[in-house]
């Protein structure tokens, strides 16, 4: 029954708009379904996500993990979370429990800014029924097979001693392929 379909790949990718398609799907389909994602993403105003093609869909705003679990019932269907790289170590349980009798949707950035596994990213494909990794156009070279996101600062790649989390949009960051892609 149960079941943990896995959205990843750089920013800029479509993770949040394949997230909000899905997520329709299941409205069609006239499925229980509630969508969650994490407070520290504030980048789309009030309780919804928003893809970066402008697509939104009303969410629930949470801090922990564990959290999910207090809205869930029997009746839930489908959960959504969107940007799952942001969710505390709890995220693991929580996914665990509800794919025993659930359908998970999920997205979030496979890799930091710095080439490294984000979060429990990792862990989250491993328990993933399937994982759909997206790929990006490459803001330098323009190919389509950009992997890393870019952080910029003033416009220029970010040091790896910059902060791992900050929120923000094409003014922090840009989608590159592996050989555009620039960190010290």
């Keep these: 029954m149960g079941r943990f379909e896995l959205i990843t790949g750089p920013m800029s990718c479509g993770k949040t708009e394949e997230l909000i398609r899905r997520i329709k799907r299941c409205v069609i389909a006239g499925q229980d379904i509630?969508?969650?994602s994490p407070v520290i993403d504030d980048r789309a105003?009030?309780?919804i996500i928003k893809s970066r093609n402008g697509s939104?869909?009303?969410t629930i705003k949470i801090k922990e993990a564990k959290d999910i679990l207090k809205h869930v019932k029997e009746s839930t269907e489908v959960i959504a979370i969107d940007e799952m790289q942001f969710f505390d170590e709890g995220i693991l349980e929580?996914?665990?429990t509800l794919i025993k009798t659930k359908r998970i949707i999920g997205c979030g950035l496979d890799l930091d800014f710095k080439g490294e596994p984000f979060g429990y990213m990792p862990q989250l494909m491993c328990y993933a029924t399937t994982v759909d990794k997206l790929t990006a156009i490459c803001?330098?070279?323009h190919k389509d097979n950009a992997t890393h996101s870019q952080r910029l600062i003033n416009g220029e790649p970010a040091s790896k001693d910059s902060p791992l989390v900050?929120?923000?949009a094409e003014e922090a960051y840009e989608a590159r392929c592996i050989e555009c892609w620039e960190c010290d």
């Design 56 to 58: 939104t869909f009303k």
């Design 34 to 36: 509630l969508v969650f």
């Design 45 to 47: 105003k009030g309780e």
């Design 94 to 96: 929580v996914i665990k």
């Design 139 to 141: 803001m330098k070279c």
């Design 166 to 168: 900050l929120i923000g």
